[in-house]
């Protein structure tokens, strides 16, 4: 979700993924992904609450990916899993928008998108329905009076905790160390989660098949640090 300087969407609960809709102007390949593609692979809201059916091949699991930015992992994750059911969550239309490109040439059937806040579509999940959640690079909000804004928030975490089955991973990664500490301190002090990490090692470590995002390669190249985190559902 590397998407930054958002502005609200519209007026949600106070859960809300606050982003702005579009940043540059959709043209050409993008705008015709929008137009053509969005149909093919949205799903309507209500339809979360049987999120195997949103698939043809009915997956025995089904994983999330909140604010997906330009679906490089998400994509890359989904053609590893095969089997598997991957909900993929972005509201900012151009990141939407290049993913739906991608994934049109990967030609991938188990991906499912929509274009609302991820805090919606988690309302809406079944309890224990999802084998894992992702939250990678997400807006760190950096101003004080900003922060109610981040993803990571009690709120939120009710939502995830309700829809993760026991044992499923929520993974988080980021570069801004206060938003890495702020996830830290909130996911503890939720007691619905345990941290897996057993050295300062583990922090830096990218998870099992890791393929990066777009963010994450700039950010190395400015020479900033990603830190990648795990909770599991107990």
Known sequence: MPTRDREPIETEPRSAFFGRRVGKTLRGQQQDAIARLLPRHRFALEDAADPAALFAHRPDEVRLEIGFGGGEHLIAHAARRPEAGFIGVEPFLNGMARMLVDLDQAGLANVRVIDLDAALVL????????????????????????????????NNLDLLARALAPGAAFRFASDV???VGWTLAEVRRHGAFRWTARTAADWLQPYPHWSGTRYEHKARAEGRTPTYLTFVRT
Request: a positive charge; aromatic letters at 18%.
């Open 177 to 179: 160390p206060h938003y």
């Open 123 to 154: 309302a809406r999940l079944p309890a224990g329905s999802l084998a894992g959640a992702d939250l990678f690079y997400p807006d760190p909000w950096p101003k004080r009076r900003h922060w109610k804004r981040r993803f990571v928030n009690p």
